[in-house]
Antibody, heavy 117, light 106 residues
Framework: QVQLQESGPGLVKPSETLSLTCAVS????????WTWIRQSPGKGLDWIGY???????LSNPSLKSRVTISIDTSKNQFSLRLSSVTAADTAVYFC???????????WGQGVLVTVSS | SFELTQPPSVSVSPGQTATITCSGD??????ASWYQQKPRQSPVLVIY???RRASGIPERFSGSNSGNTATLTISGTQAMDEADYYC?????????FGGGTKLTVL
């Protein structure tokens, strides 16, 4: 079955860059939108952006200038970089698969990233 | 900007029908999805394209979307349905989530 697994540092210093990777198994990375979503502690879900398998990206306008999403189809994985982080970026970061029908049908387990010095 | 508004909480007795609403400008013209999230777990897709149940979701879950309001209905609510529920839709170039509704089954 389709599985997504986030990985990356759990602690990032303010002003530095948060970097996460999502490994996809059990399915081809083709023909889907590979998505990042975050959830601040005790809060709701916040869409960060996606990358299509062919490389096209779309990001939340509120984060756009700080977000870079990339994909490595040879490794079946995609990545998120969020620059100039502050404490407000502390959250659980989820990766997810968005289908052509626009449904987030598979999610990773999430990884907590804390921004602190 | 496009926003989705949900009630913070809804309570229901076991066996009764729970209704969770999601409001947004012209939401009925967009596809709405619903996600269930239990504590310390990832969200799970429940409903997509307004009315379609995701794979493995019980028939007691149904959705509708018209005007400015999308609705998630849980018929014969069970204790296991207690969770946070989020609606989601696409604006012109961004996905939006509602603030979430905590469903309490008591």
């Amino acid at each position: 079955q389709v599985q997504l697994q986030e990985s990356g540092p759990g602690l990032v210093k303010p002003s530095e860059t948060l970097s996460l990777t999502c490994a996809v198994s059990g399915a081809s990375i083709r023909n889907y939108y590979w998505t990042w979503i975050r959830q601040s502690p005790g809060k709701g879900l916040d869409w960060i952006g996606y990358i299509y398998y062919s490389g096209g990206t779309l990001s939340n306008p509120s984060l756009k200038s700080r977000v870079t999403i990339s994909i490595d189809t040879s490794k079946n994985q995609f990545s998120l970089r969020l620059s100039s982080v502050t404490a407000a970026d502390t959250a659980v970061y989820f990766c997810a698969r968005d289908s052509p029908e626009r449904r987030l049908d598979h999610w990773g387990q999430g990884v907590l990233v804390t921004v602190s010095s | 900007s496009f926003e989705l508004t949900q009630p913070p909480s809804v309570s229901v007795s076991p066996g009764q029908t729970a209704t969770i609403t999601c409001s947004g400008d012209h939401l009925g013209e967009k596809d709405a999805s619903w996600y269930q999230q239990k504590p310390r777990q990832s969200p799970v897709l429940v409903i997509y394209q307004d009315t379609r149940r995701a794979s493995g979701i019980p028939e007691r879950f149904s959705g509708s979307n018209s005007g400015n309001t999308a609705t998630l209905t849980i018929s014969g609510t069970q204790a296991m349905d207690e969770a946070d529920y989020y609606c989601q839709a696409w604006d012109s170039s961004s996905a939006k989530f509602g603030g979430g509704t905590k469903l309490t089954v008591l």
